[in-house]
């Protein structure tokens, strides 16, 4: 992340009257994920799906919006939220052109958790990977399956079809198959080029809905950090304490830095001559987070009283300027029925 080591703090504003106040040498945001409207969004239509025996779905969204730490809020939730075991498989597609059928297929059993990968011939270890599965999914107690597949924008014509071959299969043994394909918009394509060569297997499988995951929401972005105020743990490792002992005491919490925050994305995006909304990207506001309050420690000033040109250098810190068009969310018609926004 640009902009917040403590090799870095020449970036940010000078100390007052000289003082060096020493950065953390932990990670003051060591959640793994908080809750956003978009995770809650994401967790009901994969949980609909799932309840109406859906095959499989795409979900579309922008890069560095977290949509792969949404796949692990959604994995962790799943089969409390939707009332029965289910076994969850992760895979994430590697970018690699040099890959082979077989390397895909290795990759998918070493994230199914099998080492028993070294074999010539494919149906082996296709076969090894489904008795893999079966009997962890015996072990659940569940018929249910879900296969979560990151990067599936990466995907080739020929590893849909080991998906699909796996997909039946799975049925032939009276295990019911769920595909979530994640990707970036070009995902989008592969549906259409489906469509034009009447490859309807494939959509009836993998894409019989298609989800949109975006950024938050300015209007949300209080309700977001407020995810950061968890003292579930205890007040010693909530983050507002640690940053501002005292400002804590009297009361003040990261959520609290919202309201600035939203102000300083509208100012960037008018100097930018943008207008339209524009979605703050989960990775770059952990990283806007962590430069606010690393500004914070190092120029000890009192959390209250953070002035918006602060703000906004920490905003730029993160290099947010750059991409600012990409997460503006133009307003277009509304999407055709059988998506979601």
């Given at each position: 992340m640009s902009g917040l080591s403590s090799g870095d703090s020449q970036s940010f504003?000078?100390?007052?009257?000289?003082?060096?106040?020493?950065?953390?040498?932990?990670?003051?945001?060591?959640?793994s994920s908080v809750w956003t409207p978009e995770i809650e969004s994401l967790v009901h239509v994969v949980i609909t799906q799932i309840r109406?025996?859906?095959?499989?779905?795409?979900?579309?969204?922008?890069?560095?919006i977290g949509k792969s730490k949404a796949l692990g809020f959604v994995q962790e939730v799943l089969s409390e939220e939707i009332g029965y075991?289910?076994?969850v498989l992760s895979w994430t597609i590697a970018d690699d052109?040099?890959?082979?059928?077989?390397a895909f297929l290795q990759d998918r059993m070493r994230q199914s958790g099998t080492d028993a990968i070294s074999h010539r011939d494919l149906a082996v270890l296709r076969s090894r990977l489904i008795s893999h599965i079966r009997a962890d999914a015996a072990r659940l107690g569940t018929k249910r399956v879900a296969f979560f597949v990151d990067e599936a924008q990466i995907l080739i014509d020929q590893e849909y079809a080991q998906m699909l071959?796996?997909?039946?299969?799975?049925?032939?043994?009276?295990?019911?198959p769920f595909f979530l394909l994640v990707g970036q918009p070009e995902l989008l394509g592969v549906k259409g080029r489906w469509l034009a060569s009447g490859n309807y297997q494939n959509i009836g499988r993998f894409a019989t809905r298609t989800h949109e995951y975006s950024g938050i929401r300015l209007e949300e972005l209080e309700k977001v950090l407020s995810g950061f105020d968890d003292d579930s743990d205890g007040i010693e490792q909530?983050?507002?304490?640690?940053?501002?002992?005292?400002?804590?005491?009297?009361?003040?919490?990261?959520?609290?830095?919202?309201?600035?925050?939203?102000?300083?994305v509208q100012s960037v995006a008018l100097a930018h001559n943008i207008t339209d909304e524009v979605r703050m990207p989960m990775q770059y506001l952990r990283s806007w987070l962590l430069a606010i309050l690393y500004h914070v420690i190092q120029t000890g000033i009192d959390p209250r009283i953070l002035e918006l040109h602060a703000v906004i250098d920490c905003l730029k810190s993160t290099n947010f300027?750059?991409?600012?068009?990409?997460?503006?969310?133009?307003?277009t018609e509304k999407p055709k029925e059988g998506t979601a926004k």
């Open positions: 504003t000078p100390k007052p009257n000289g003082v060096v106040h020493t950065l953390p040498t932990y990670d003051l945001l060591d959640q109406l025996d859906t095959p499989g779905m795409l979900v579309i969204g922008r890069q560095r075991p289910i076994l052109d040099r890959r082979t059928g077989r071959f796996l997909f039946n299969e799975m049925e032939r043994y009276d295990l019911r909530c983050v507002a304490y640690k940053v501002a002992p005292k400002a804590f005491a009297e009361g003040w919490r990261i959520s609290a830095l919202g309201p600035l925050m939203v102000t300083a300027g750059a991409v600012l068009q990409y997460h503006v969310e133009i307003r």
